[in-house]
Structure formats: structure tokens, C-alpha cells
């Protein structure tokens, strides 16, 4: 069988649901026969039971949404200072020499290292947690920026100068089309590292509601069927956020041709 019909076994649309679902049935499979009869994984059946708890009690409502308004905040803020990072580092060689090294020495730190920091000048209340997903959104954002930049074509600009563009211009038809493509990586990589930070600094600084906070709950209970619910959330919550942005990608960058994958 060709690999043109070996594609056309499964429409587009369902060939990213494949993988799930045998995993799915696996799960369901070795809990059904007992072949696997540790604690540890639980039915599907009793997590299905555990989410309809969550969602009649609102207990999932209301950690979900404190997850998410802390990340909307840390990715806005980090994602814009990235971003004018970036543009001003790209722009301006004179603006790289003299914060580039800085920022290329702290983007080595692990981010989890700044934590005792940020609790010690922030609490362990939502101000640190923004701070560390802000600062989790930031790095990517320059690094996506500042390369963009750097990397349009001199060629480019040197038709928009024969064309007479000015400043304004040259940023906007020439420049800013140019680099958008790294720049929406930028945004795409803050917006996973954002949501990833999310979830660490609520189960590393535990205090509040969160999703973070419903996993360290069913750990401490050892109630593995709201930790499984939790893992499933967080993935679907990332998903959603990936594919929404990759949505928006699309349309905004039509004239690109992504990718070069045929199946």
C-alpha cells in the first residue's frame, strides 16, 4: 500500500484523535481485565465520575479560572516586555551591545531558580506567580523577535529605500511582514512556556486555587482519579490554547506557505 493510501485510511480532520483513543482503550482495556491493578491507575470510569463532581460542585470552575487569569496576566505582560525587547535589540546595535549580554547571561538561569527570590519580594500570593509566568513568557518572546529582525534580508530594504519609504513604512511593509513569521513563534513558544509556569508556580508556591493546587490535592489525599482529571484538563486547556493561536496564525499570515509537509 502507498503511503497516499495508507493516508486516506483516516480523514484529516480525525488523524490527531488516533493516538488518544487507542490510549484510551489500552487504559480502559488494562483496567478492565486486570491486567494492571495498582492504585495507581485508576478506571477511566472513576475519572469520568471525579470530572462530573468537579463540574456540579464548581470546584473545577473556580480553579480553572484562577489558572487562567493568572496566565493571561504573566503572558501579557511578559510577552509585551519580550516583545519591546526584542524590537529594540533587533533595531538598535547599539541597544544589543549594551543589554544583550545581560539578557543572554540571565536567560541561562533556570527559571525555577528565581522562585525563592520572587517569594521572598512577592509572597507566595498571585503578584509572585504572575512575576514568574511573566518572566517565563518573556525570554522566548526577545529571542523570537530579535532574530526575526536580524534576519530580514538586506535586499528587502534596499528596495523600500529605492522605493523612497519612509521610517513608518519601511517598518510596516517591509520589515514587520518579514519577521512576523518568527515573531508569532515567539508568541506561540510564550504562550506555552506561559501556561507550563502556570502550573509550576502553583504547585511550587501553593497557596490559592488552581489547577496546580487540584493536583497537589489529590496527591495528599492520594485520590488518583482527581489527578488523572487534573492531567487531563491541563492538556486539554494547552491544546486549546495552541490551537487557537495557531488558528489566529493562520489567518493573519495566509500569504506564508508554513510548511512543506504533504501527509
Given amino acids: ?3 497516499e493510501e495508507s493516508s486516506g485510511l483516516v480523514p484529516p480532520a480525525l488523524r490527531g484523535w488516533v493516538l488518544p483513543v487507542l490510549l484510551l482503550v489500552f487504559w480502559w482495556w488494562a483496567v478492565g481485565s486486570g491486567w494492571s491493578t495498582s492504585p495507581l491507575l485508576v478506571s477511566p470510569v472513576a475519572v ?3 470530572a462530573v463532581q468537579q463540574v456540579a460542585s464548581g470546584d473545577l470552575w473556580a480553579a480553572l479560572g484562577a489558572s487562567l487569569w493568572r496566565n493571561a496576566w504573566g503572558f501579557v505582560i511578559g510577552a509585551a516586555a519580550g516583545l519591546l525587547v526584542g524590537v529594540l535589540m533587533g533595531w538598535s546595535r547599539w541597544f544589543d551591545r549594551l543589554v544583550g549580554p545581560s539578557f543572554h547571561t540571565l536567560k541561562q538561569i533556570s527559571l525555577f531558580a528565581w522562585i525563592p527570590m520572587l517569594s521572598m519580594w512577592f509572597g507566595l500570593g498571585d503578584g509572585a506567580k504572575i512575576a514568574f509566568i511573566a518572566m517565563a513568557a518573556f525570554f522566548p518572546m526577545v529571542l523570537n523577535t530579535f532574530e526575526g529582525l536580524r534576519s530580514v534580508p538586506r535586499e528587502y530594504i534596499e528596495v523600500g529605500r529605492v522605493y523612497r519609504f519612509g521610517v ?3 517598518l510596516s511593509r517591509v520589515i514587520a511582514p518579514s ?6 513563534t515567539g508568541v506561540q513558544l510564550a504562550l506555552i512556556y506561559s501556561w507550563l509556569a502556570t502550573l509550576g508556580s502553583e504547585y511550587l508556591m501553593a ?9 497537589i490535592d489529590g496527591r495528599e489525599h492520594f485520590w488518583m482519579d482527581l489527578v488523572l482529571f487534573g492531567v487531563v484538563v491541563i492538556g486539554l486547556v494547552g491544546f486549546a490554547l495552541n490551537w487557537t493561536l495557531g488558528a489566529l496564525e493562520r489567518r493573519l499570515l495566509a500569504w506564508r506557505d508554513r510548511t512543506v509537509a504533504r501527509y
Fill in 1 to 3: 500500500m502507498s503511503q
Fill in 48 to 50: 469520568w465520575d471525579r
Fill in 168 to 170: 513608518w513604512q519601511l
Fill in 179 to 184: 519577521a512576523a513569521p518568527s515573531v508569532f
Fill in 207 to 215: 497557596s490559592g486555587k488552581g489547577i496546580g493546587n487540584t493536583l
